[in-house]
């Protein structure tokens, strides 16, 4: 992925992820299946927020901005979807509206 990526680059489905991150700014994505690369919201992933005493538990401010530059952590995330392709990420750890930490269920491989 180039490092210059735009939200409005995004499908649909991936601007759906990152608006939800900036929603939940502080917690966890539960549940949220993976196919062909692309989040799924149907069903709804469960959404746990954190609320950070002291600190303001908002949505992240870019929230409201149609297009801006992707993070890092985002294009990793979506660099994994890529590869992965067809998961089921079981939590999904956002910090300030970033991915931070992805858990995701893998069949046993028995050898």
């Known amino acids: 992925m180039s490092p210059t990526q735009t939200k409005r680059s ?17 917690g966890r994505i539960e549940g949220l299946p ?4 692309e989040p799924v919201f149907e069903p709804p992933p469960r959404v746990l927020r954190d609320f950070l005493l002291g600190k303001t538990n908002a949505p992240h401010a870019a929230r409201s901005r149609d ?6 952590q ?5 660099d994994l979807f890529d590869r992965e392709r067809s998961v089921t990420v079981e939590s999904l750890v956002v910090q300030n509206g970033l991915p931070v930490r992805m858990t995701v269920a893998d069949g046993a491989r028995v050898t």
């Open 10 to 26: 995004l499908s649909p489905a991936r601007q759906q992820l990152v608006v939800l991150m900036q929603e939940v700014n502080f």
């Open 34 to 37: 993976v196919r062909e690369g």
């Open 67 to 72: 297009d801006f530059t992707l993070k890092e």
């Open 74 to 78: 985002v294009l990793e995330l979506f």
